[in-house]
């Protein structure tokens, strides 16, 4: 049985080894940096319903596809899906879907190391104690100096990506599952004391307001986001998790195993969340205020409570390791898939992709500053133009990644994976492989992958384009 296999890139010692390294990819900037922003822009309480709605019905479903894909084809997700398709008799082009989820990873990657570092320079002013008692235009005015200086923006894009790279190299199996025994545990300690604190603002009744209160006029602005979120945020749809089911013990159960690993990641995002706003609001500060709001929000809190100092250097410290949990899932499908192709080193091979990820970083490092004016996909009275430098509309080179990957690539990956699973796996692979033994739960596991999570994508999509 093609389950019997063992990847060749190594196996988690158990079913919660896979659910560490699985939370430890999901787990990350999109829920303490990005979710809340984005929860900003998009008006609160109907962005939030919205992303619960595609988290349960489209996300976890994909990500159950993803792994039972990975553990039966105990290969890259390149191979291994090519290798399922031909066993199952369909087309080996199936593949392609993998190939574009690989690049789309290294896309995500360029620019959340750059986004990464900035959470590196934060550890450093939190420890020299530069946000002691700050108010917020000194907090605003600190992330506006840390964004306009290529040079320093450089250096931990830089060194985070270092960081990414050794781990990979060595091996993820090997590198990741000392240090998030004790990471992932202390990041959420942590959102717990910041969301005391929220507490203590006297606006949480606000900031929960403004997380939970649905009003339907806005569920057409921040669709399309929502679920590009959901699959950010579950890391599914580019075949990080496909290449972590491969690790995966034969015997473990993938259904309880994925329901926990997508729990675990909303519950560290509407924590934050909680914990964000209430802040935003005692400030005075903008909650649409973009990707600025956690790095100037939080040093609010921090310069100004008991112990501050010393909690913000450990928070930024965890961010840190959230993301670098997260960027390694990153690269991993692309490494596992140039080992099998060209038998060369895992670490030739992540040197060569990690210095590809940090050329393209370097775009979204200069979006920030000297091309800030440079602006793509316009589209203008007088046509449309791929770069038009000072133009109104159009997307820097960091929102065109972040768009072209978490509204297109992301969403279109997931489809393929789900479809795949659902169609053309024979139902005894994908029965074997969850091992769900009530055949309702199992019926509506395989209901979930093969028929709502693929209209969900869709009616998502067409809702978009007939906007
Ligand atoms: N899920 C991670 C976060 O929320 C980011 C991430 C890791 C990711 N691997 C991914 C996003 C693969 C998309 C695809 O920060």
């Known amino acids: 049985m093609a389950s019997d296999k063992v990847s060749i890139h190594g196996a988690w010692a158990s079913r919660w080894v896979f659910i560490l390294a699985a939370t430890g990819s999901a787990v990350g900037l999109g829920n303490i940096w990005k979710f809340p922003y984005m929860t900003g822009v998009y008006g609160g309480g109907a962005f939030v319903v919205m992303y ?131 990471m ?59 290449v972590y089911g491969a690790y995966m013990p034969k015997k473990a159960s993938i259904g309880a195993t994925v329901l926990t690993v997508g729990l675990l990641d909303t519950l560290v995002a509407l924590t934050a969340g909680l914990a964000l706003f209430p802040i935003v609001f005692a400030a005075g500060l903008e909650p649409g205020g973009g990707p600025g709001l956690m790095f100037v929000t939080l040093p609010i809190a921090f310069g100004n409570i008991a112990f501050g100092q010393v909690m913000g250097l450990i928070f930024f410290v965890l961010v840190a390791v959230a993301a670098w949990s997260s960027s390694i899932s990153m690269l991993e499908p692309a490494v596992a898939y140039f080992v099998e192709k060209t038998g060369r080193s895992r670490a030739q091979v992540t040197a060569a992709l990690a210095l590809l990820c940090w050329l393209v970083g370097m775009g979204t490092v200069l979006s920030f500053n000297l091309w800030a004016e440079a602006k793509f996909f316009v589209f203008a009275e007088d046509g449309f133009h791929l770069l038009q430098w000072g133009a109104e509309g159009g997307k820097t080179f960091f929102d065109s990644i972040d768009y072209l990957t978490s509204r297109i690539l992301l969403p279109l990956g997931g489809l393929s994976f789900a479809m795949f699973a659902g169609w053309v796996l024979s139902r005894d692979a994908v029965r074997e492989e969850l091992s769900i ?18 209209i969900g994508v869709l009616i998502v999509f067409i809702a978009e384009l007939s906007k």
Not at 222 to 230: D, E, V, Y
Request: charged share 10%; glycine share 12%; aromatic share 12%.
């Open 52 to 182: 619960l709605f595609c988290i349960a019905l489209v996300g976890v479903p994909i990500m159950l596809a993803e792994t039972l894909i990975g553990r039966r084809g105990r290969q890259s997700p390149v191979n291994a899906m090519k290798s399922l398709a031909i066993e199952a008799g369909a087309s080996k082009h199936w593949s392609l879907a993998a190939l574009m989820g690989m690049v789309a990873a290294l896309l995500i990657l360029s620019f959340y190391s750059v986004v990464a570092g900035w959470s590196l320079d934060y550890i450093i002013g939190m420890g020299r104690g530069d946000f002691t008692g700050i108010s917020a235009d000194g907090a605003g005015a600190a992330f506006g100096g840390l964004t306009s200086d290529p040079w320093r923006l450089t250096l931990w894009h830089s060194l985070f990506m270092l960081v990414t790279a050794f781990v990979i190299a060595k091996g993820v199996v090997a590198g990741l599952e000392r240090s998030l025994r004790i």
């Open 184 to 242: 992932m545990p202390l990041l959420f300690v942590l959102l717990l004391v910041l969301l005391g604190y929220s507490f203590t603002t006297g606006h949480f009744r606000e900031g929960f307001d403004f997380l939970f209160h649905f009003d339907p006029s806005k569920v057409q602005d921040g669709i399309l986001a929502a679920m590009g979120h959901a699959f950010f945020t579950l890391s599914v749809g580019v075949g990080s998790i496909m």
């Open 437 to 454: 033994r009530s055949p309702l739960l199992f019926n509506l596991a395989l209901w979930l992958i093969r028929v709502v999570a693929p």
